[in-house]
């Protein structure tokens, strides 16, 4: 670990509106003969917007009372596509397909019903689409010119990432059947055109002996197929040869996240056997093309998403350990970056504190992620254990708003890429199989050992918190192990059996891969439930929760909250009642923010 240099900052205090305000936020770039596109998500209002640059102007394309969001799968992603004379995007509150032209007439109503949609692609007059009717899903096909719909595959629980060939012949697309889930084993699906137009029986590409997680599938301009797939210990690019799939030249490091989000681009096929993409290695993003070798792009940049490319310039959604998320420009030629949207320093570069990479052993094994120090001068300070949810997730070392606002108040944070988490290859991903509240509450409490062994923190004053399955590790953590003084769960599980009763499909069997089946392993379910062990808590805890969350329901902090007030645990809870899974206001962003940093600052000048 490097040597830790700190400052007083001399400015205003980073508040927690400041903090939120800079949690501007990009997704699905797409680029096309009008120019660049993109998704922008703003806390103040929590709508999502599609914005079009071209010739150094960029400009809005949602009006009013419009907000582009699927919410597919719940976690969405995929919201819009580019058509010949406009966009077809996704809106929020109906979850319905609108057309807009690029003249700046009103969206139109394409689709109606109760179906949701998301993962859209555009070809030949019609959008390619994930339909989600209830628990049923499909891939179907909607032309453009009357909304009329048509299924191209059925059949399967879940579906992802239509692509069609560069002749329009082939559709591929990954699909998946429970119990899996996307990051286990899925499938790589062809259809062949027929002679009626359209697409015959798909058949399994690869995947069909369920060993290998596949996603991003993509053909070249040759019209090969090719796709990431995890089937050499990392997700890596491979292509489709008279032999069947074969390995690009790669870097043996995962080239793709965990895909909880539909639309990902990470990776993308050019000529010549070239290909664009990113990486991660030891937690840090790489931009590249490769071709053999790999000419290199990333610059001051540490992470890199949703990537885009056409004959001048590379473009991608980055961010660095000193600015937040920005649509950037690369020219192909010259490497000249241009930040075409975001990239907000919200504080000097000087008083950011920068992420330090964490590898530390923890039980049978070693576990990740990234040291933040306070930026008060204090030799050893408190700590806050950040732990994302998931648990098949990972952060990144990038500038979070939220990390600051804890070291610009004196504390450190460690923010845990715990075993299960991805970034890290297949086998570290895999280590929370039947494991879920073992090895990552293992992780957590190890992290702090680590950190007061080297005197970087007060060890005695460690806290931990966490959002969703984070929660889950943050409930575990305190109820099984003495370490934390205090801790936060933010819409987190503390009764996975009842989860597993009242989730959504799409996470309807992940708790049998996390810990096992309910009622053969009853058991071990009720080994690591943090609300069956309650009792063992006796540090304080405090409480957020959307009202609307229909992936960890209210009534699963209620009880949690009930159980430690009839202990006499100092307890509190903050309930939101516009706010689903994943808090998105700012208002109610900053607010949660500032109650957990005075909770723990009332636990240390208690107990000090």
């Not at 049923?136 to 009329?148: N, P, T």
């Not at 591929?172 to 899996?180: F, H, K, L, N």
């Not at 027929?194 to 991003?216: K, N, T």
Request: hydrophobic share 40%; with cysteine; proline share 6%.
């Amino acid at each position: 670990m490097n040597e830790i240099h700190a400052s007083s900052p001399k400015a205003e205090p980073f508040s927690a509106a400041r903090a939120v305000a800079a949690g501007i936020d990009f997704a699905e770039l797409q680029v096309g003969q009008q120019g660049l596109f993109w998704n922008e998500y703003r806390p103040e209002d929590a709508a999502c917007r599609l914005w079009h640059w071209r010739d150094g102007v960029a400009k809005c394309l949602t009006p009013p009372g419009f907000s582009v969001r699927s919410r597919v799968y719940e976690y969405g992603g995929g919201a819009f596509c580019l058509t010949d004379d406009g966009v077809v995007f996704v809106n929020e509150a109906d979850q319905q397909l609108y057309r807009q032209s690029f003249q700046g007439e009103a969206p139109e109503v394409l689709t109606t019903g109760v179906c949701r949609y998301g993962d859209l692609q555009f070809a030949s007059g019609q959008v390619l689409a994930v339909e989600e009717n209830r628990d049923r899903h499909r891939l179907v096909a909607i032309d453009l010119a009357d909304g009329k719909r048509h299924v191209l595959a059925e059949g399967a629980d879940f579906y992802a990432a239509p692509t069609l060939s560069p002749d329009v012949q082939r559709l591929a697309w990954i699909e998946w059947s429970r119990p899996d889930q996307p990051w286990t084993a899925t499938r790589l699906m062809v259809a062949e055109r027929q002679r009626d137009g359209g697409f015959g029986p798909g058949r399994c590409v690869a995947g069909d002996d369920a060993q290998e997680s596949l996603q991003q599938p993509r053909f070249d301009n040759r019209g090969r197929l090719g796709c990431l797939t995890d089937r050499g210990g990392y997700w890596q690019p491979w292509l489709e040869s008279a032999s069947g799939l074969t390995p690009l030249p790669s870097a043996a490091a995962d080239h793709g996240p965990a895909p909880w989000q539909l639309g990902g681009c990470t990776w993308l096929p050019l000529t010549d056997d070239r290909y664009l993409a990113s990486w991660t290695e030891g937690g840090f993003g790489r931009l590249g093309l490769w071709s053999g070798a790999v000419e290199e792009f990333a610059g001051d940049y540490t992470r890199f998403r949703s990537l885009a490319v056409d004959a001048q310039c590379i473009y991608c959604i980055a961010a660095s350990p000193v600015s937040s998320s920005a649509v950037i420009a690369i020219d192909r030629q010259t490497r000249q970056v241009k930040v075409l949207a975001g990239g907000i320093a919200p504080l000097p570069a000087e008083q950011v504190s920068r992420p330090q990479t964490l590898c530390y052993p923890s039980g049978a094994g070693q576990a990740h992620g990234f040291f933040y120090p306070a930026m008060t001068g204090e030799a050893k300070p408190p700590l806050v254990v950040f732990i994302h949810g998931g648990p098949t997730s990972a952060c990144y070392p990038m500038l979070d708003p939220r990390i600051q606002y804890w070291a610009q108040r004196g504390f450190a944070v460690a923010d845990l890429n715990y075993r299960g988490s991805s970034g890290y290859g297949r086998a570290y991903r895999q280590a929370l199989h039947l494991s879920w509240g073992e090895v990552d509450v293992e992780d957590a409490c190890a992290v702090v050992s680590h950190l007061a062994e080297r005197g970087l923190i007060d060890g005695d004053n460690a806290f931990i918190r966490g959002g969703s399955a984070g929660g889950y590790t943050t409930l575990c953590a305190l109820a099984f192990r003495s370490v934390f003084r205090a801790g936060a769960s933010l819409y987190g599980v503390s009764d996975p059996v009842a989860l597993g009763r009242a989730t959504h499909k799409f996470e309807g069997d992940y708790l049998d891969w996390l810990i096992g089946d309910p009622v053969q392993d009853a058991e071990r379910y009720a080994a690591r439930t943090p609300l069956l062990h309650a009792g063992n808590i006796r540090v304080p805890v405090i409480f957020f929760q959307g009202e609307l969350d229909a992936v960890v329901v209210p009534q699963q902090t209620r009880d949690m909250v009930e159980a430690l007030h009839n202990n006499g645990i100092a307890v509190q809870a903050h309930y939101y009642a516009d706010e689903r899974h994943g808090f998105r206001k700012a208002g109610n962003q900053a607010h949660a923010l500032e109650q957990e940093w005075l909770f723990y600052r009332r636990v240390m000048d208690q107990l000090d």
